[in-house]
Nanobody
Framework: QVQLVESGGGWVQAGGTLTLSCVAS????????MGWYRRPPGKAREAVAV????????????DYADSVKGRFTISGDSAKDTVTLQMNTLTVEDTGIYYC??????????????WGAGTQVIVSP
């Protein structure tokens, strides 16, 4: 089982910056993806930024939602079991609950995946 602990959410004015962090613990041997998702108020959860194959250089991909490209940066450090999301130039539309997600394999070779409990981000005008 893998546990995720998120931190860094909060309130910020539009144009401001926040950094979210997520630390994984438990039985995970290799990561296949590390990512951030969000649930805006009244909407479904959506992918914000996902890094695939963070432990290898290639093929390693990073995908961002169109709405955050150029403003958000995801960093996945599998050696530190950490994934961060640097969010710059925040807008009101970035308000929501942000969830960390990891996928990988355990030391037994079994697939593991986990969601964090979520951290609230509120961007005011």
């Amino acid at each position: 089982q893998v546990q995720l602990v998120e931190s860094g959410g909060g309130w910020v004015q539009a144009g401001g910056t926040l950094t979210l962090s997520c630390v994984a613990s438990g039985n995970i041997d290799k990561y296949t993806s590390m990512g951030w998702y969000r649930r805006p108020p009244g909407k479904a959860r959506e992918a914000v930024a996902v890094v695939t194959n963070p432990e290898i250089a290639s093929p390693r991909t990073v995908d961002y939602a169109d709405s955050v490209k150029g403003r958000f940066t995801i960093s996945g450090d599998s050696a530190k079991d950490t994934v961060t999301l640097q969010m710059n130039t925040l807008t009101v539309e970035d308000t929501g609950i942000y969830y960390c997600n990891i996928q990988g394999t355990s030391t037994w070779g079994m697939h593991v995946g986990s969601w964090g409990a979520g951290t609230q981000v509120i961007v005011s005008p």
